[in-house]
């Protein structure tokens, strides 16, 4: 029993390139999300999943983009990266009483 | 809508002294309300949370937060701290589940020898 996974760790882009942030979770959570983190500001969520196929916007969905193809993966999609997406990314899994979270992704975008 | 204020970013204790983080939180209807931790470089472990049952809430590492609703808080407090709990600290809030969270921005706790 694994949790919450991401890949990868770190990540270095240049401005403009795509890229994918992998998470999967294999507590069989319908609700799965995604969250940036940056000094001072706490989480915020960008992405969220109610189940497959199911997607819905967060606070800052702008420039990321997302799919829910099954119920262990949600993937997060980065379109063409800019240096205002430098941060380090968070995958849940919640289930009614408790959110569990991944061990993030440190990205730099240059 | 729901909001949480986290009051002092930095919060410096010595060692074997009380640890009071303060959290306020805005919410509509009852709200579910949590405390995490987080050690560098790591993810978020949840340390207590409160969902609508006892008020005063037991966590993990001797941690424990009382809801009161007439003050709409949820402090966090430890009655003697440890090196080992210098760490970031956040406090969030959900309505109705644990699914959907608001973060306040994170209290860092420094444990001074």
């Known amino acids: 029993n694994a949790g919450v996974t991401q890949t990868p760790k770190f990540q270095v882009l240049k401005t403009g390139q795509s890229m994918t942030l992998q998470c999967a979770q294999d507590?069989?959570?319908?609700?799965m999300s995604w969250y940036r983190q940056d000094p001072g500001m706490g989480l915020r969520l960008i992405h969220y999943?109610?189940?497959?196929?199911?997607?819905d916007q967060g606070e800052v969905p702008n420039g990321y983009n997302v799919s829910r193809s099954t119920t262990e993966d949600f993937p997060l999609r980065l379109l063409s990266a800019a240096p205002s997406q430098t941060s380090v990314y968070f995958c849940?899994?919640?289930?009614?009483?408790?959110?569990?979270f991944g061990p993030g992704t440190r990205l730099t975008v240059t | 809508a729901q909001s949480v204020t986290q009051l002092g970013s930095h919060v410096s204790v010595s060692e074997g002294a009380l640890v009071l983080l303060r959290c306020n939180y805005s919410?509509?209807?009852?709200?579910?309300l949590f405390w995490y931790v987080q050690y560098p470089n790591q993810g978020l472990q949840l340390l207590l949370k409160?969902?609508?049952?006892?008020?005063l809430v037991k966590g993990i590492n001797g941690f424990e937060a009382e809801f009161k609703k007439s003050e709409t808080s949820f402090h966090l407090t430890k009655p003697s701290a440890h090196m080992s709990d210098a760490a970031e600290y956040f406090c969030?809030?959900?309505?109705?589940?644990?699914?959907?969270?608001?973060f306040g921005s994170g209290t860092q706790l420094t444990v001074l020898p």
């Open positions: 849940a899994s919640s289930s009614r009483d408790r959110t569990y």
């Open positions: 507590m069989n959570h319908e609700y």
């Open positions: 999943s109610v189940g497959a196929g199911i997607t």
């Open positions: 919410s509509s209807v009852p709200p579910y």
């Open positions: 409160y969902t609508s049952a006892a008020t």
């Open positions: 969030a809030v959900s309505t109705g589940s644990a699914r959907q969270l608001t």
